[in-house]
């Protein structure tokens, strides 16, 4: 890995970023992944024994380990060595995400944008190969996806966001939000019933129940009965 100067980041586009169980701020960035701590930013990319290639999603586990989300796989980093899985050894990645959402003591620390445990108690997760839709799988093998047949606004998702109550929110590029506690919706919110816009870039549920929507234009709160809006104008 390389220390970069404060004002020399070099990792491109910024996509996600993550806060450790250790107090280090990690960033995915479209050249691999960077963390910052005592003032110094750290860069690891391929030559560092990272896969090539962008990193859009990043889930920092409470045992210090780091899930990364690319275009090629899943990758695990952990006390300096990177676990690659995709093509063939894809499904023992998805097992290994799906005991780590399980287990309280490796479960992500904050939100993750890409993969939650669902309400059907299977790891739903946006795939990095692009498939359209939310992918499922119930630990042991892949379920058929939730896409448009199945109430979703469109299948081009952005981002998941997991519940206190285990439902789960779902962002998307061009078709707004949808709330499914089950295997279909309960709510669709997009810009022809109110939403600022089709475009979701983020989802967040906060602990005490309320639901934050990033979307082009502003920000968008959901208290459970009412929908607020933040924006420029207000």
């Known amino acids: 890995a390389s220390t970069d100067r404060q004002d020399d980041y070099s990792g491109g586009v910024c996509f996600d ?3 450790g169980p250790d107090g280090g701020v990690w960033f995915g960035t479209s050249d691999g992944f960077c963390r ?3 003032r110094s930013l750290v860069t690891y990319a391929a030559p560092d024994g990272l896969r090539p290639g962008p ?5 920092a586990g409470s045992d210090g380990s780091l899930w990364l989300d690319s275009t090629n796989g899943i990758t695990r980093y952990h006390r300096g060595r990177f676990t690659d899985y995709s093509d063939d050894d894809f499904k023992t990645g998805a097992a290994a995400l799906y005991s780590a959402l399980k287990n309280p003591e490796t479960a992500p620390n904050s939100s993750p944008k890409n993969a939650v445990i669902g309400p059907d108690d299977n790891l739903w997760y946006i795939d990095p190969t692009g498939r359209p839709g939310i992918s499922r ?4 093998m892949f379920q058929p996806p939730i896409n448009n047949f ?7 998702v952005s981002s998941l966001a997991r519940a206190p109550d285990g439902s789960v929110w779902i962002g998307t590029t061009a078709g707004g939000v949808a709330h499914f506690e089950g295997r279909t919706p309960a709510i669709t919110l997009s810009l022809t019933n109110g939403l600022l816009s089709n ?13 934050w929507i990033g979307v082009d234009g502003g920000i968008v709160r959901h208290d459970g009965i009412n929908w607020t809006e933040y924006t420029s104008t207000n």
């Open 55 to 59: 990193v859009k999603f990043l889930q």
């Open 150 to 156: 199945a109430g979703l606004p469109t299948n081009a």
């Open 199 to 211: 475009f979701v870039e983020t989802i967040y549920c906060d602990p005490h129940g309320s639901v």
């Open 36 to 38: 910052y701590e005592s």
């Open 137 to 140: 799988f119930d630990g042991m």
């Open 17 to 19: 970023i993550q806060r």
